[in-house]
């Protein structure tokens, strides 16, 4: 299997309910490896950027404003198949169809205020990790 990083947010709500610890429980318990990690308020310019991809969605103004509505978590998770490997862990994006024992169905709280951010494909991990993170801010574990 591969060796993977993928990108992951602990988004306002769940920093807010004071439960990064347990949903970093989650990625150690699954096998992945914290490789970068930090505490960040993002902007409006920060935010818009990163989810450019919804920008015509209807949910786009509610997004960004959830999201700078306080501080985040930024990190890199390395191991196995990581990007599929933290969306299982996740669960689905409204966390009233989220599976039992995933991250949204145990800390999130409606659609918009769902916890974490994980990318979703290969793709798109290299490009949010090097939207938050430069080379030197990773330590590779593998
Ligand atoms: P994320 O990007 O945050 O990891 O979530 P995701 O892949 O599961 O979902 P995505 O389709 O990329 O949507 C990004 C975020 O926008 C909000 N959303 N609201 N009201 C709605 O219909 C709706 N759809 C998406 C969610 O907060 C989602 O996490
Ligand atoms: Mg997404």
């Known amino acids: ?81 990581a990007v599929l490997a933290n969306r299982d862990l996740m669960g689905a994006t409204n966390p009233k169809e989220a599976a039992e024992g995933t991250i949204r169905r145990d800390f999130a709280d409606s659609i918009d205020a769902n916890a974490v951010h994980g990318s979703d494909a290969l793709a798109s991990a290299e490009r949010e990790i090097a939207y938050f993170f430069s080379d030197d801010e990773i330590c590779p574990r593998s």
């Open 1 to 81: 299997m591969a060796i993977e990083r993928t990108f992951s947010i602990v988004k306002p709500d769940a920093v807010a309910k004071n439960v990064i610890g347990k949903i970093y429980s989650r990625f150690e318990e699954a096998g992945l490896k914290i490789v970068a990690s930090k505490m960040l308020h993002l902007s409006q310019e920060k935010a818009e950027g990163f989810y450019a991809e919804h920008k015509e969605r209807p949910f786009f103004a509610d997004l960004v404003a959830f999201m700078t509505s306080g501080p985040v978590m930024v990190q890199v998770l390395e191991g196995e198949n």
